[in-house]
T-cell receptor
Framework: DAGVTQSPTHLIKTRGQQVTLRCSPKSGHDTVSWYQQALGQGPQFIFQYYEEEERQRGNFPDRFSGHQFPNYSSELNVNALLLGDSALYLC???????????????FGDGTRLSIL | AQSVTQLGSHVSVSEGALVLLRCNYSSSVPPYLFWYVQYPNQGLQLLLKYTSAATLVKGINGFEAEFKKSETSFHLTKPSAHMSDAAEYFCAVSGIDDKIIFGKGTRLHILP
């Protein structure tokens, strides 16, 4: 049973470019959340997708956008990259539940994005 | 709104000694609390979670945590540290939604 898979594992971009990161959720999961983890910090919530719609969003600018596909996989897009966008981007999947906090999120190993 | 404070960005213990990682939370609603572990170059793995059932929560790898509402704490403990426990540990909280708020993490060092 495959867990959460993310691609690519590493990526190097320059300022001003655009990037797309991909995530396949754990089998049976229908909800995908994205987190940004800067060096030496805890993960920060970017947004969450369920039923192909953004359900919740953290405190991130509109340069960060996403998409969820019918097979529940998801993409994170970042436009106009800044040096400060350098981070580990983590995808987490879970099974939608109306009971908050009831579904632990399973994390992928992340994509390390470096901006030059 | 929820927040988490982890006391001590680095903690060192000797192999075989007690591990204690401290976490205090703030939440305007009954919280759901989590501890995650992160090994180098990997994602996060759930150690344990508190969801308003028993206040003493047992997790994987011999870890446990106790929810103390009066102290707004959820400290993580393990009776006897093992070299393989060296990692980054994150305390986290969520409220009425599934948005998880993480602390800044505590790096656990195990001394031989």
């Amino acid at each position: 049973d495959a867990g959460v898979t993310q691609s690519p594992t590493h990526l190097i971009k320059t300022r001003g470019q655009q990037v797309t990161l991909r995530c396949s959720p754990k089998s049976g999961h229908d909800t995908v959340s994205w987190y940004q983890q800067a060096l030496g910090q805890g993960p920060q919530f970017i947004f969450q997708y369920y039923e192909e719609e953004e359900r919740q969003r953290g405190n991130f600018p509109d340069r960060f956008s996403g998409h969820q596909f019918p097979n529940y996989s998801s993409e994170l897009n970042v436009n106009a990259l800044l040096l400060g966008d350098s981070a580990l981007y983590l995808c987490a999947s879970s099974l939608f539940s109306r009971l908050p906090g009831n579904q632990p999120q399973h994390f992928g190993d992340g994509t390390r994005l470096s901006i030059l | 709104a929820q927040s988490v404070t982890q006391l001590g960005s680095h903690v060192s213990v000797s192999e075989g000694a007690l591990v204690l990682l401290r976490c205090n939370y703030s939440s305007s609603v009954p919280p759901y609390l989590f501890w995650y572990v992160q090994y180098p170059n990997q994602g996060l793995q759930l150690l344990l979670k508190y969801t308003s059932a028993a206040t003493l929560v047992k997790g994987i790898n011999g870890f446990e945590a106790e929810f103390k509402k009066s102290e707004t704490s959820f400290h993580l403990t393990k009776p006897s540290a093992h070299m393989s426990d060296a990692a980054e540990y994150f305390c986290a909280v969520s409220g009425i939604d599934d948005k998880i708020i993480f602390g800044k993490g505590t790096r656990l060092h195990i001394l031989p």
